[in-house]
T-cell receptor
Framework: SQTIHQWPATLVQPVGSPLSLECTVE??????LYWYRQAAGRGLQLLFY??????ISSEVPQNLSASRPQDRQFILSSKKLLLSDSGFYLC????????????FGPGTRLLVL | EDQVTQSPEALRLQEGESSSLNCSYTVSGLRGLFWYRQDPGKGPEFLFTLYSAGEEKEKERLKATLTKKESFLHITAPKPEDSATYLC???????????FGKGTKLTVNP
């Protein structure tokens, strides 16, 4: 079975500081990978997705970027955090060609002060 | 634009009191409708995927149904451990994006 890891679990960062969140998946090869953000009082919003190494699609313009340096690793970054970047960041994976279902990781809680 | 509306926003039940949660949606070419359960501070846990109108799926006390405009999550004889936020999402044809509703927060009192 597949397992998805995210770290850190919680992060408190000052405005203007950089950000790096990591997501890794075990037990599968060539998964589709996704970054979502869940803000208070709002539904989950897709930020980025990747169908392969080095392939990134952006869903919304924002202060964030994503990279996929390895098959089972997905990284969310920012050069300068804004207050509005606070939220719960969730990584998900899907086995393309096998299932339409996306499975989520445990999430990272980010608070920008 | 794909949209999902969940109702009610919050629901309180007594243990054993059955009820239903609603998910109304508009989507271009439904590729799938998904139900997740989310506990506080945790990632969503997958429950069901439904692909076409008339489809039904069951798991323990939960049963999900789908029509062309809405989905219901029926909870039969709920227990306190069923307390969570239940999320509904749709995926349109040709899209990798899940569009989520804001969820229904379910509280089951013993």
């Amino acid at each position: 079975s597949q397992t998805i890891h995210q770290w850190p679990a919680t992060l408190v960062q000052p405005v203007g500081s950089p950000l790096s969140l990591e997501c890794t998946v075990e037990g599968t090869s060539n998964p589709n990978l996704y970054w979502y953000r869940q803000a208070a009082g709002r539904g989950l919003q897709l930020l980025f997705y990747s169908v392969g190494i080095g392939q990134i699609s952006s869903e919304v313009p924002q202060n964030l970027s994503a990279s996929r340096p390895q098959d089972r690793q997905f990284i969310l970054s920012s050069k300068k955090l804004l207050l509005s970047d606070s939220g719960f960041y969730l990584c998900a994976h899907r086995l393309a060609g096998v299932s339409e279902t996306q499975y989520f990781g445990p999430g990272t809680r980010l608070l920008v002060l | 634009e794909d949209q999902v509306t969940q109702s009610p926003e919050a629901l309180r039940l007594q243990e054993g009191e059955s009820s239903s949660l609603n998910c109304s949606y508009t989507v271009s070419g439904l590729r799938g409708l998904f139900w997740y359960r989310q506990d506080p501070g945790k990632g969503p846990e997958f429950l069901f995927t439904l692909y076409s109108a008339g489809e039904e799926k069951e798991k323990e006390r939960l049963k999900a149904t789908l029509t062309k405009k809405e989905s219901f999550l029926h909870i039969t004889a709920p227990k306190p451990e069923d307390s969570a936020t239940y999320l509904c999402a749709v995926q349109g044809g040709g899209s990798e994006k899940l569009v989520f509703g804001k969820g229904t927060k379910l509280t089951v009192n013993p």
